[in-house]
């Protein structure tokens, strides 16, 4: 990069013999001006392109559901003979207690888009060797989450958002029948995770286009806001 004054242009306009070096010399310059400008966008279209949210997911009753054996229904028993046969079904021992851990479905599809858009927390309130141990089978190369996983050790009391500065949202305390009862899953395209997903990337879009909100909360549909 160069920079041209005024006098510069005034003498190379003096000393040529004639205007077409002059003529020539402008549209070097204006050539040069226009790739600069053009290097500029394209890096500032990247920069933005680059710009990620937080998004903090719970990990149980979210990405998988992990129930202690013991506590299984007569009901749902079967699944005992299934974890050899499925790949979103495993039995795990951790801390002395033996768990049944299934994940949501569509889950993988979830987490590789999500990825894109996000950089990804994951949080529980089981303790970190339960969390180890699940993350194993979801991210086992720690492309997801790497580090930014938040066990009961960090956050012993209640599942609160404050290590992450963001807000709360509560929950209801509303007991349902388990899909494994009724021998069915939620709708691998059209599911919890599926929605959701289609929800996040509105989300972000909106972000992207409106970058001067420092409230994110701002940007999320009247329906769906959760404060």
């Not at 002395?96 to 479905?105: A, D, N, S, T, V």
């Not at 720690?142 to 066990?151: C, E, S």
């Not at 929605?195 to 972000?207: D, S, Y």
Request: hydrophobic share 35%; proline share 2%; with cysteine.
């Amino acid at each position: 990069m160069f920079v041209v004054t005024k006098h510069l242009l005034q003498r190379r306009k003096r000393s040529s013999s004639s205007s077409s070096c002059y003529d020539d010399f402008v549209k070097r310059l204006q050539n040069h001006a226009a790739m600069f400008k053009k290097h500029l966008t394209t890096q500032l279209f990247q920069k933005k392109k680059k710009k990620k949210l937080h998004l903090v997911l719970d990990l149980d009753h979210t990405l998988l559901h992990s129930v202690l054996v013991s506590d299984l229904s007569k009901r749902e028993k079967y699944l005992l003979e299934e974890t050899d046969s499925r790949q979103d079904l495993w039995r795990r021992n951790v801390d002395g207690y033996e768990f049944i851990i299934k994940l949501r479905p569509f889950l993988h599809e979830f987490l590789l888009e999500a990825n894109k858009l996000f950089t990804m927390h994951v949080y529980t309130m089981g303790s970190s060797s339960y969390a180890k141990q699940v993350l194993k089978l979801i991210d086992p190369d720690k492309v997801y989450f790497g580090k930014r996983v938040i066990t009961r050790e960090a956050s012993p009391f209640n599942k609160s958002l404050d290590l992450l500065a963001a807000d709360k949202r509560s929950v209801d305390g509303t007991k349902w029948d388990s899909y494994a009862e009724a021998k069915k899953d939620e709708s691998q395209s059209n599911g919890s995770l599926a929605n959701v997903l289609k929800f996040l990337e509105v989300v972000h879009k909106r972000f992207e286009e409106d970058l001067g909100f420092k409230d994110l909360r701002l940007l999320i549909p009247c329906r769906q806001r959760c404060y």
